[in-house]
């Protein structure tokens, strides 16, 4: 069975930063793409970061590009999240093909 745990998430101040962690089990790694997104209430989901677990091949969404980091060790990816802005507040998600975490909520504000 596959699972996706979420953590990390919390309040910040404007410029502060968080690491959000995403514990994985159940699946085969090779060739998986992990991503995170956020989504707020009423709004789509957006994508923001995506790692290849076999290369290490890594993607942003613009918003973000400079500011987060996604990273992997052998069983978890990790969201370093520097300069933080009020505008990505948001419940932020795991995923990997048809599987999601539970979310995580991050907090922008001073």
């Known amino acids: 069975q596959v699972q996706l745990v979420e953590s990390g998430g919390g309040l910040v101040q404007p410029g502060g930063s968080l690491r959000l962690s995403c514990e994985v089990s159940?699946?085969?790694?090779?060739?998986?793409?992990m991503g995170w997104y956020r989504q707020v209430p009423e709004k789509e989901s957006e994508f923001v970061a995506s790692?290849?677990?076999?290369?290490?091949a890594t993607d942003y969404a613009d918003s973000v590009k400079g500011r987060f980091t996604i990273s992997r060790d052998k069983f978890t990816v990790f969201l370093q999240m520097n300069s933080l802005k009020p505008e990505d507040t948001s419940t932020y998600f795991c995923?990997?093909?048809?599987?999601w975490g539970q979310g995580t909520q991050v907090t922008v504000s001073s």
């Open positions: 995923n990997t093909g048809k599987y």
């Open positions: 159940g699946i085969i790694f090779n060739s998986a793409v």
């Open positions: 790692i290849n677990w076999d290369d290490g």
